[in-house]
């Protein structure tokens, strides 16, 4: 249903009709020798009906965009329904005369109409488009007001799962444990730890980082997970140089990669390792976490952060213009997510 057909907002669009039909009326009256009673009882029903027929500019608005290399279907479609609406107008105002008016032929003045009634649906289908863009940036508006609640959403939640009492329990104890081995390691994984807690505060405040800043992130958390897997963790990544400088929402890559410790290398017994790869492809920075996994080991249980995090924050940054897919593919877990390139981070 259209927007104007509910509420007040029908009656103000009709009431803004009065001076085209008084506009009507006096063409009549000039051009066609007919009573202003004639003028009036003809043009307030033409004006009535051929209002409701502009509020069908709406439909092939939306149908085609309002964009620069579209100039030939935006000429072709909104000149055809023009033509098309400012002929029926003048049909319906040869059915009224005939059939409702006691008046002489009004043929002279139906150019008038008909040239009337195609500039006013052109300026219908201008205005559809106000409304359109209005719109637009309105969804935009509540969409970046949405990622900023769930990016501080995100940072607590984030530490919660990232520094969540597992992970907090495990690092802490395998501190604990090489502190009688390995004094040097223990040091090593307390630097790593305090550093990444560190980097982690104060993200909620930025819209979004540079990829090579997010990408350090998940280093940073892979870092510390590495002194606590040993060799049972290899680490490979295959990032192209262009993507450093990508905008991309902070901690959004660290979720990928600790699903990936999570749910893959800690059910291993034999060494396993999590491949990072990003690249541009087609104007969209795609993003990879690829990790090997146990298909026999029982799955953990799930919090129902991580990937569903994710996909809530890019639909929540960038519509449907971003998705993320995940599932095994030849024995290897892979998650991919692709969001559009065409930014780069401010400093």
């Given at each position: 249903m259209h927007p104007l057909l509910r509420g007040r907002k029908l009656g103000l669009y009709l009431f803004a009709w009065a001076p085209i039909a008084y506009?009507?009326?006096?063409?009549?009256?000039?051009?066609?020798?007919?009573?202003?009673?004639?003028?009036?009882?003809?043009?307030?029903?033409?004006?009535?009906?051929?209002?409701?027929?502009?509020?069908?500019?709406?439909?092939?608005?939306?149908?085609?965009?309002?964009?620069?290399?579209?100039?030939?279907?935006?000429?072709?479609?909104?000149?055809?329904?023009?033509?098309?609406?400012?002929?029926?107008?003048?049909?319906?105002?040869?059915?009224?005369?005939?059939?409702?008016?006691?008046?002489?032929?009004?043929?002279?003045?139906?150019?008038?109409?008909?040239?009337?009634?195609?500039?006013?649906?052109?300026?219908?289908?201008?205005?559809?488009?106000?409304?359109?863009?209005?719109?637009?940036?309105?969804?935009?508006?509540?969409?970046?007001?949405?990622?900023?609640?769930?990016?501080?959403?995100?940072?607590?939640?984030?530490?919660?799962?990232?520094?969540?009492?597992?992970?907090?329990?495990?690092?802490?104890?395998?501190?604990?444990?090489?502190?009688?081995?390995?004094?040097?390691?223990a040091r090593e994984m307390c630097v790593l730890l305090s550093a990444f807690l560190r980097s982690t505060l104060g993200l909620s405040e930025k819209g979004s980082i540079p990829f090579e800043e997010e990408l350090g992130l998940a280093r940073g958390y892979l870092a510390i997970e590495k002194v606590r897997f040993g060799d049972r963790l290899g680490v490979e990544e295959e990032i192209d140089a262009a993507c450093a400088s990508i905008a991309v929402p902070p901690l959004l890559l660290q979720p990928m990669v600790e699903n990936a410790v999570i749910h893959g290398i800690a059910n291993l017994i034999e060494p396993g390792f999590i491949r990072i790869s990003a690249q541009l492809a087609e104007g969209a920075l795609v993003i990879a976490v690829e990790n090997s996994f146990d298909a026999d080991s029982p799955p953990r249980a799930r919090t129902g952060f991580g990937l569903a995090s994710v996909r809530k924050r890019l639909y929540a940054r960038y519509g449907g213009d971003a998705r993320l897919t995940a599932g095994p593919r030849e024995g290897i877990f892979r998650v991919e997510l692709r969001l559009p390139a065409g930014e780069n981070a401010k400093p």
């Open positions: 506009a009507l009326s006096f063409i009549l009256v000039s051009q066609s020798h007919v009573s202003w009673l004639s003028g009036v009882a003809l043009s307030v029903p033409l004006c009535l009906i051929y209002a409701f027929i502009c509020l069908s500019a709406r439909y092939p608005c939306q149908a085609v965009p309002l964009r620069g290399d579209r100039i030939s279907s935006l000429l072709i479609t909104h000149l055809g329904s023009s033509l098309v609406a400012a002929g029926l107008w003048v049909l319906l105002a040869k059915f009224l005369v005939v059939t409702t008016i006691a008046a002489p032929t009004i043929d002279a003045v139906l150019p008038s109409i008909f040239g009337m009634g195609l500039v006013l649906y052109l300026l219908a289908v201008a205005v559809h488009y106000v409304f359109i863009a209005v719109a637009a940036s309105q969804k935009a508006l509540a969409r970046e007001a949405e990622a900023r609640v769930l990016a501080g959403e995100a940072e607590l939640r984030a530490l919660k799962a990232q520094i969540n009492p597992h992970f907090l329990f495990n690092s802490l104890h395998s501190i604990s444990a090489l502190t009688s081995i390995d004094g040097a390691k």
